[in-house]
Nanobody, 115 residues
Framework: QVQLVESGGGLVQAGGSLRLSCAAS????????MGWYRQTPGRQREWVAS???????AYADSVKGRFSISRDNAGNRLVLQMNNLMPDDAAVYYC?????????WGQGTQVTVQG
């Protein structure tokens, strides 16, 4: 099993920045397809960004150039740096990882953007 715990959400003004962190209970090198997703009430959860074990990163068009995903392997953390936040970025952000052919999710962290 894998436990994923997100942190770093909060309230920010439009144009501001937040840094989300996802702490994993296992070595990141054992967890595939780690990524960030977000969800707002009444809408499906959408993919935001992901980084594979080999290092390749991918981003949704809506966040490209503003968000950056990275793996802190020493700290077993997946990080999402979010810059130039906009009201449409407000959502609950979830961390996801795949371990032994099973998907694991964190409990989510709320991001609120005023402006």
């Amino acid at each position: 099993q894998v436990q994923l715990v997100e942190s770093g959400g909060g309230l920010v003004q439009a144009g501001g920045s937040l840094r989300l962190s996802c702490a994993a209970s296992r070595d990141l090198s054992s967890i595939k397809g780690m990524g960030w997703y977000r969800q707002t009430p009444g809408r499906q959860r959408e993919w935001v960004a992901s980084q594979v074990i080999g290092g390749a990163r991918a981003y949704a068009d809506s966040v490209k150039g503003r968000f950056s995903i990275s793996r802190d392997n020493a700290g077993n953390r997946l990080v999402l740096q979010m810059n130039n936040l906009m009201p449409d970025d407000a959502a609950v952000y979830y961390c996801r990882g795949r371990y032994r052919n099973r998907d694991y999710w964190g409990q989510g962290t709320q991001v609120t953007v005023q402006g």
